[in-house]
């Protein structure tokens, strides 16, 4: 299959878009913006991350042994921007904080959870990083959304007939 046809068929897929987070081998915050993350399993509970194998973060989460997934808010595309950017310090003017694992929380996400590198398996051009859920929490908002190379948003539920949970 061709790149083209391949990146078009992906771009079809809505996702959420989150910031995966960790520290360097200086202890520096170190993140960049994912939409290639999932749950995985419910016992144990973990997810999976794929990160291009050219990202800096990469060799940070393997290093550090841990990551946190930061799920952002609608109004944060500023954010996801920020961190899809290579070579700035995006943490210095950042409110964030260290919870369990030590990997930066990013503060206004809609939930984070603190993962602990459980394996890691190469996939083509990225490594797939299979992470233990050690710690979280959702304050709750709405999703900040990702559909054929372009931020959106959601419309809000507010019939509770709507909501099926």
Request: one cysteine or more; aromatic letters at 8%.
């Amino acid at each position: 299959m061709q790149h083209e046809m391949f990146r078009k068929l992906a771009g079809h897929w809505l996702t959420g878009v989150s910031v995966v987070t960790t520290l360097d081998q200086d202890g520096k915050p170190v993140g960049m913006t994912m939409s290639a993350v999932t749950s995985l399993s419910l016992t144990p509970p973990q997810f999976l991350i794929c990160v291009d194998n050219r990202a800096r973060t990469l060799a940070a989460i393997v290093a550090s042994g841990h990551f946190c997934i930061n799920y952002l808010r609608q109004d944060q595309e500023n954010l996801a921007s920020a961190f899809a950017r290579r070579g700035e310090d995006r943490f210095a003017a950042l409110a964030h904080r260290v919870e369990h694992t030590g990997s930066p929380v990013l503060e206004g996400a809609i939930a984070f959870i603190e993962c602990k590198v459980n394996c890691v398996h190469a996939g083509g051009d990225h490594t797939i990083i299979v992470g233990d859920a050690v710690n979280g929490d959702a304050p709750g908002g709405e999703p900040l959304a990702y559909f054929r190379g372009s931020y959106r948003r959601l419309e809000s539920i507010t019939d509770p007939q709507q909501v099926w949970w």
